[in-house]
């Protein structure tokens, strides 16, 4: 059975950080890339950060450029966000989703995405 799981969120200070997971089972991992998104009461879910599918090739929401870092374990079946220097306005459930896509591509449309966590709240508040 296909899924993605997200772990990691929690309750952070401002200026914290948290490590999110995506643990993918059920699928051909290495052949999909993988996107964040999140979606903050009241807002539409926003693209946050995709990495490709060899890893090498990463993209970034601006508001999170230089605090966030992607990254995937392709042995583990496993894509990670770290997310330092938080914000309250970081607060969101964080979801991820898969997208067949070509080695290279960082093409993560949010209506596009073929698969999708359940995701994890994260919290940014004192």
């Known amino acids: 059975q296909l899924q993605l799981v997200e772990s990691g969120g929690g309750l952070v200070q401002p200026g914290g950080s948290l490590r999110l997971s995506c643990a993918a089972s059920?699928?051909?991992?290495?052949?999909?890339?993988i996107g964040w998104f999140r979606q903050a009461p009241g807002k539409e879910r926003e693209g946050v950060s995709c990495v490709s599918v060899s890893g090498e090739t990463t993209d970034y929401t601006d508001s999170v450029k230089g605090r966030f870092t992607i990254s995937r374990d392709n042995a583990k079946n496993t894509v990670y966000l770290q997310m330092n220097t938080l914000k309250p306005e970081d607060t969101a459930v964080y979801y991820c989703a898969a997208r067949r896509n070509s080695y290279s591509s960082t093409y993560c449309p949010r209506d596009g995405m073929e698969y999708w966590g359940k995701g994890t709240l994260v919290t940014v508040s004192s």
């Open positions: 059920g699928f051909t991992f290495d052949y999909y890339t």
